[in-house]
């Protein structure tokens, strides 16, 4: 007979400390000495050492443990659930029912009483904790940091993004349906994906007030990520993210080769979708052609729907113009509407610019606003932005040797030294971050190195990246560079 292990799906708030040392249970200890002999002392320290007794009733054969975070349960359910329970079987005898309490507020002894779901030997996949969307009341205020004024009432509808915008106004009304979850949205800059998941996070926050909706860039949630590991706050940090009910990433394809971060949202990704709540991601382009995501994380994305929304075409951009003029209290003929529609087809932003142009003009100089004003306007404000140059390897090259001062032929060189080091890894790592060759060609274009060589050379850029906040500013400030052509 297995061991059992039950739910009641009883979720309560304690401030019972953890046991002392002198009234743990023997038996827990040989538990733990029989665990650290079958796994790697890393591993046993990592997950199973911050473990602590809390009682074993043996009229009900209850053991109820403390674990530090859901993080720490949901990793040992992922990856020891079986030795876990043979050890507790050998140890306890049969019919050991298992409970955990989570801690939630650590400041305040706060944790969560949850009995381990019922399990048969063969497990598939992870088991995650329910009932986190009863969190303590420190974490009740949110600021879901979405911009009230993108909303659906001016995300106008065209056949270029119909789809997105029917599904995601279908979520804003239902957002316990599972069917579209995660929705991942993807498509070029200046499309509209930043304006449409505000909509839906707007319209959730009009319905349903006391959702826990939160918007956040993808470079936001890496940075908080950094500060939350050297503050040695992660689990706090794995918390707050867990009791969201609707969790909007923007810019999904910025965790390409962070791989810490990754796995981090990871479990966070696993525990909000096993709990009905909704995800919402976009990215630059499909779930296939992010390079550098590892695969776990691509397989969740196509999970729910994947929708492209597609540049404006010119139907859509002259209804967006209408719409911009009307609530600008604007006056523009409709051959002018015409031409601007015609010749900005970069993105919405550049319309929305050519409108504040027009208006700035037309006030300043107190000229009616007529085809040889947006002649003029569109021919300075658009024309040298909408022709940027491609990114490719050459280029990279070129800015990384010219940013770091040193010669390209040194970086394409076998030279060793830790300047000349770190800008060809720089090289390779923004390579396959920013330009679809593969690992194989990039290190023939960087002085004829190999595969190993690539992903060694990305992964020390990634692990810095993580860990020093200059390095970080600098990397970005070079490819903001590099995609303007600076």
């Known amino acids: 007979m297995h061991s059992q292990i039950a739910s009641y799906g009883v979720v309560h708030f304690t401030n019972r400390m953890e046991a002392s040392v002198s009234t743990i249970d023997p038996r827990w200890k040989d538990c733990l000495r029989m665990i650290q002999n079958n796994i790697p002392r890393q591993q046993f320290d990592t997950w199973f050492a911050p473990i602590s007794f809390v009682s074993f009733e043996e009229s009900g054969r209850l053991l109820t443990l403390c674990v530090p975070s859901p993080f720490i349960l949901e990793y040992i359910e992922e990856h020891y659930l079986k030795l876990f329970r043979a050890v507790l ?48 009341q420190a974490m009740q205020a949110l600021d879901s940091r979405l911009r009230n004024d993108l909303t659906f009432e001016n995300f106008i509808e065209g056949s270029a993004n119909k789809l997105p915008r029917t599904v ?16 991942f949205i993807y498509g070029g800059s200046g499309v509209g994906k930043t304006h449409l998941v505000n909509a839906i996070g707007v319209r959730l926050k009009e319905l349903y007030p006391n959702l826990r909706v939160l918007y956040v860039s993808a470079h936001l949630f890496q940075v908080q990520f950094v500060d939350a590991k ?6 706090e940090f794995i918390n707050f ?139 300075r404000t658009v024309g040298e932005q909408t022709h940027r140059p491609t990114i490719t390897i050459e280029r990279i090259i070129e800015r990384t040797c010219d940013y770091f001062s040193q010669k390209q032929s040194d970086v394409l060189s076998s030279s060793r030294k830790a300047s000349v080091v770190l800008a060809r890894q720089v090289v390779m790592f923004l390579a396959q971050k ?53």
């Open 89 to 136: 079987q050998r140890v306890f005898g049969d019919n050991v029912r298992l409970t955990y309490e989570v801690k939630v507020d650590a400041t305040h002894g706060l944790h969560t009483s949850e009995e381990a779901s019922d399990r048969s030997t063969q497990v598939e996949k992870p088991v995650y904790l329910t009932g986190l969307n009863t969190v303590p």
């Open 168 to 183: 995601g106004l279908a979520i804003a009304q239902h957002p316990r349906q599972a069917t579209f979850n995660p929705l």
């Open 230 to 235: 050297l503050q040695n706050k992660i689990n």
């Open 241 to 379: 993210y867990q009791s969201i009910d609707v969790l909007i990433i923007d810019d999904v394809q910025e965790f390409a080769s962070l791989q810490k971060t990754q796995l981090t949202f990871f479990h966070i990704f696993n525990h909000l979708h096993q709990n009905n709540k909704q995800l919402i991601l976009t990215s630059d382009r499909p779930p296939l052609a992010l390079q550098g995501m590892e695969e776990r994380l691509l397989t969740r994305f196509k999970w729910g729907l994947q929708a492209e929304l597609e540049p404006a075409n010119e139907e859509l951009r002259r209804d967006i113009l209408r719409y911009k003029i009307r609530h600008n209290g604007l006056r523009i003929p409709e051959d002018v509407i015409a031409y601007i529609a015609a010749r900005v087809d970069h993105s919405i932003r550049d319309l929305e610019g050519i409108v504040n142009a027009l208006m700035a003009y037309s006030v300043v100089f107190n000229c009616e606003i007529d085809l040889a004003l947006a002649e003029r306007v569109v021919s």
């Open 434 to 486: 920013h330009t679809t060759l593969s690992t194989t060609r990039i290190g023939m274009a960087v002085g004829r190195r190999g595969h190993a060589t690539v992903l060694h050379s990305c992964q020390a850029i990634t692990n810095r990246l993580e860990n020093d906040a200059t390095f970080r500013e600098r990397l970005l400030e070079l490819e903001t560079m590099i995609s303007q052509g600076e």
